[in-house]
Every structure is written in C-alpha cells, then in structure tokens.
C-alpha cells in the first residue's frame, strides 16, 4: 500500500494528528497523494487500492466517523463513476476531495456565525477539551465585538485544554483554566456550555472528549444550557442499524508511566453524552434539537444514510 496512506494512518494513531477535522482532513490529503501516484493499471485495480487505504484509515482510529464518512464519499463517487481510465478515476478523486473540504468549511463558517450570536457581553462561556469549530465560533463572537470569558477545563489526560487557552488569549479573551474535577464548582458561574463532537449517533446521542458527560450533568443542575458545536457530517450512520459507536481506549502510559506492578489501570478516550443533557446542537443547518438528529442528516446530506 502506498504511504501516505500507511503514514497518514500512523500519525491518526498516534495522536501527531488531533480533531475530527484534521483528522477528516489528513486522510483526505491522503487519498489524493494515492490517487497520484498509483501504479494501478485499470478501473479494478484503483477501486481496489481505494478500498485497501479505506481500510487503513479506518482502522487508525475508532472513533472517526466525520473522516469515515469523507472517505466513503470519495470511493462511492469512483465506485458510482463509469469511467474506466485510471487517470479520469483518479480526477474524480481529486474534485471529490476539493468538494467535501468546500463543504466543511462552508459548514464552519456557518456555525460560527450561527453560535456567535449566543454568545452576549459579559458571557461566561465554559468549555472542555479543544474543538477547532468551537473556537472558531468564539473567534467569530470576538471579532464582532462581544467581550465574554471562557473557562477551560485541563481535559486530561492530554491536556487538551491548553491549546484552547492558547487560542484564547491569542483573541486576547479573559481566561480561565481549571483541573478537570473544579467542573461542579466553576460550571455554576457559567452561562452557557459549548463543547465540540467526535460522533454523534441516530439516537442524538453525542460523543466526545472523555469528561464531557460528567460536565453536562453539572450544567443541567447547574441550569446552565449545554451546546454542542458540531458539524452534521460527524453522524455515524452504522449506529442507525444496532451498532454502538466505540470507545476507542489510549495508552495507559498517557496516565502513569511505570506504575506499580499489577495495578490496572483503565484510559476510554471518550464518552457519551445523552441527548437529554444537550440543550440543543450548533451546527450547519442552525441550533436544533438533538430528537430531530436524522430527519436533518436526511434533509443535508442523504447520501450518508445510503
């Protein structure tokens, strides 16, 4: 197999790379560099190399369906095309790949300016791990004038927190980072609750950053509406027909390196957060409840339900 792909696949495992959308994005990157350098002599051969990087990429993360479903955008469209040249085939990769990153961005820019209008002079905003799309939101708020303060949780055990304070005070935001386990007592002083998305499942059901259940049931006493910022494209469709979305499970090493001989230590990277707990989802097509999750992938982007 060529590799990039094999490449691509490592860094994904091996958290070089981090976000659905980066991750979304480099596997993307990925296809296309495979498309032009395959040595593929015919249509079977392509297709086959396709499916032989989609499996790769897949499997280098459980927990990806935004990028699963980039892929599987791409090899449909070869798979649907009646063209036989190798070099057509691998054209169409190429456009398919311009398309859907068009339409991620398309979809981060409207959120943003969908999400910043929640965000209100002196909000205090509270937040969990790092979500490229929800700082862009808050970007978005900053730049048209609002002044608010974020609280970042640390978001152990990667610490992912630290690169949301960063981009924080960057914007030159008012900005606060706490341990994880501060969540109770800070989430009462905040407003308003966005958090981003690694999948969200058929029952609108969302899953991310391990912490971010334990975090919405603060807000919901706390009467603090919780928001997730996420694009649609992250809905895993194969949750729709009886399978649960894994918990993919990280190096214990991330938690303690060396520890005591038989002591076991367990790492689930992420977490599901009922749709009971989520005031509503920021995404796309505007803030919407998340009961209403797969009448509005229907309505977006139907080719996903296929």
């Known amino acids: 197999m060529s590799d990039p792909i094999e490449e691509t ?176 007592f800070f989430v009462n002083k905040a407003d308003l609750v966005l958090v981003g998305a690694d999948a969200i499942t058929s029952e609108g059901n969302v899953i991310n950053k391990i912490g971010t259940s334990m975090i919405a049931l603060a807000a919901h006493e706390a009467r603090a509406p919780f928001y997730v910022v996420t694009e649609l494209l992250k809905f895993d469709p194969t949750t729709m027909y009886g399978s649960f979305e894994k918990i993919e499970e990280r190096s214990t090493d991330e938690i303690w390196k060396g520890p005591p001989r038989d002591l076991i230590i367990r790492n689930p990277a992420f977490d599901v957060t009922r749709r009971d707990f989520i005031h509503g989802i920021i995404c796309e097509e505007g803030i919407i409840s998340p009961h209403s999750i797969i009448e509005v992938i229907n309505r977006r982007y139907p080719w996903v339900l296929e």
């Open 9 to 184: 696949a490592m860094s994904i495992k091996r958290l070089k790379v981090q976000g659905a959308r980066n991750v979304a994005i480099a596997a993307i990157k990925a296809i296309q560099e495979l498309a032009k350098e395959t040595e593929a002599k015919d249509r079977n051969g392509f297709f086959t190399e396709l499916l032989e990087a989609q499996e790769i990429l897949f499997s280098s993360r459980e927990t990806e369906p935004l990028m699963r479903n980039a892929v599987r955008w791409i090899t449909n469209l070869v798979e649907k095309s009646d063209r036989e040249k190798v070099e057509e085939l691998a054209e169409i990769v190429f456009s398919a790949s311009q398309q859907f990153h068009e339409t991620l961005e398309g979809s981060k820019e409207k959120i943003a300016e969908i999400g910043a209008r929640r965000i209100k002079n002196d909000s205090v905003v509270f937040t969990h791990c790092h979500s490229s799309t929800v700082t862009h939101l808050l970007r978005r708020a900053k730049l048209e004038g609002r002044s608010f303060e974020v609280i970042c949780t640390e978001s152990r055990p990667v610490f992912q927190g630290r690169m949301t304070v960063k981009e924080m005070l960057a914007l030159d935001v008012k900005t606060t980072l706490i341990v994880d386990s501060a969540t109770r």
